[in-house]
């Protein structure tokens, strides 16, 4: 088994920064490849970044490459997202999720486990 909680949502500014967390339970969380996602009311779940389980490669949307970073911390089974420069597009319940086989990363049907979500609300 592998319980995921996402942590470090909030409200924000648009221009501000956040860090998520995903704090996993697992005894083997380095072989698992992670995932982060968000949901806005209304719309598709969408892919935002990915990183393999080694934390060497990781894979971003294009929506938020540059202003998000992936990274991981084996050692303390945890994986971040740190948010920059945030736009009220931005907006969504974020979740991590977790697969130890991943291919392109980039859709929710690789992922074997998945957070309960937390909200990050960017005001203009």
């Keep these: 088994q592998v319980q995921l909680v996402e942590s470090g949502g909030g409200l924000v500014q ?3 920064s956040l860090r998520l967390s995903c704090a996993a339970s697992g005894r083997t969380f380095s072989s698992y490849a992670m995932g982060w996602f968000r949901q806005a009311p209304g719309k598709e ?3 935002v970044a990915r ?3 080694s934390g060497g490669t990781t894979y971003y949307a294009d929506s938020v490459k ?3 970073t992936i990274s991981r911390d084996n ?3 945890m994986v971040y997202l ?3 420069s945030l736009k009220p597009e931005d907006t969504a ?3 991590c999720a977790a697969t130890r086989t991943m291919l392109s990363g980039k859709t929710s049907r690789e992922y074997d ?3 309960q979500g937390t909200q990050v609300t960017v005001s203009s």
């Design 82 to 84: 740190q948010m920059n």
């Design 75 to 77: 050692a303390k089974n």
């Design 93 to 95: 319940v974020y979740y």
């Design 113 to 115: 486990y998945w957070g």
């Design 45 to 47: 779940r969408e892919f």
């Design 14 to 16: 648009a221009g501000g």
């Design 66 to 68: 540059g202003r998000f």
């Design 51 to 53: 990183i393999r389980s």
